[in-house]
């Protein structure tokens, strides 16, 4: 067993996974949304959703890295957060409805107030000072999120996108202010523990990915298409799983050697928010398939079937580029038949679309398994 006196190899404690399960409740939520709102202002409503609710998630884990779940005042503040963010989950389906007011104040309750917590609880003076810029970007954000709430319509849905690009603006930058940046090298940080809190909660999100599926198993006829489509689905998920997974030990390797975890982990952080959001138009496209196997697949089934894939694979390709400075020239490949491939099946049945998507995937993890050492793109980086 791992000491959980070394900040470097912290192990996840039975609180954090616990408390992952009030947001994969919030993925299901999303692909609803996506699902039943086919369409850009659909898909930019989920997207400012899933931001939201991604930064929720993904802030309070940075804090439990930073403080111990072990510590009792990260205990109570993670369940703080899981108890109002059940709620802001639950408010998804109506958030550009009757529970935009809701949504933003149980999300703004989370997002200031986990802050305010963090310079609270004695932080070093350079996780001090960073925070203090990280509070004043959210304050910035929160009118924007404020005036959402109180308008209608399309308005809102302008509103909170400009919230979330301020809110992604600060992230992407480490929040700066002129004349203060984040100079995070050799800062202690749990670099490892932050690395498996994004592993786990990508195989929750998995897991969740595949409930959607065998949902829409269960509602569909009983006929050998319902199974083909379904076998599609699943061997396309588990293919994913593999490419998000097949570097572990190279991945745990860099965290445990770099002499910038806080860097690394920004990096972690921002591929988890990307990948996830292609597992979601993944999972939602496959479902949209099983229900209507025959039907032509058309721009919107074929933008999710192709477009969640080729964003998957894309963010896992700049992960490992960020890294280990190496590009995978069949992940490239891969990435121009995914666009070929979507540009040239609308018009056939949705099956063999989805299976078409599938078979790439799937032929690009034969190739990768059958040749784990071509790397004729890789650059040499003294870490790791």
Known sequence: MESTSDPARREVTPLELFFDLVFVFAIGQLSHQLLAHPTWT?????LVLYL???AAWA???????????????????????????????ATIPRAFDDAGWVFVTTFLLIHLGRAVWLLTVGLDRVNQEHFVRVLIWFAAAAPWWLIGAAAG?????????AATVVELA???TAHPLPGRRLDSRDVTFAGGHLLERGRLFMIIAFGETILTTGTALTTAPYAPMTLLTSSVALAGTIALFWLFFSRSERVVRHYRQTDDPIRAGRSGVLS????????????????????????HAGTTTNLLLFGGPAVYIATQTWHGATLFDDLR????????????????????????????????????????????????????????
Not at 153 to 161: F, H, K, S, T, V
Not at 331 to 359: D, E, K, M, V
């Open 272 to 295: 988890l928010l990307i990948s996830v959001a292609g597992m979601i138009a993944a999972a939602v496209a496959d479902e949209r398939v099983i229900a209507h196997p025959a039907e």
């Open 153 to 161: 319509g399309g308005a809102r849905l302008a509103w909170w996108a």
């Open 52 to 54: 939201a609710v991604y």
């Open 59 to 89: 802030y309070t884990t940075w804090a439990a890295t930073l403080v111990p779940a072990e510590d009792p005042r990260t205990r109570r503040m993670l369940l703080a957060v899981m108890f109002v963010g059940l709620f802001m989950n």
């Open 329 to 384: 020239w069949s992940r490239a490949i891969a990435l121009l038949a995914l666009l070929a491939g979507g540009l040239s099946t609308p018009a056939l049945p949705a099956y063999l679309a989805a299976a078409t998507a599938a078979a790439i995937v799937i032929a690009l993890v034969a190739f990768e398994h059958l040749r784990p050492h071509t790397f004729p793109f890789q650059h040499t980086r003294s870490t790791p």
């Open 170 to 172: 600060g992230t992407w």
């Open 42 to 46: 659909g898909a930019a409503q989920t």
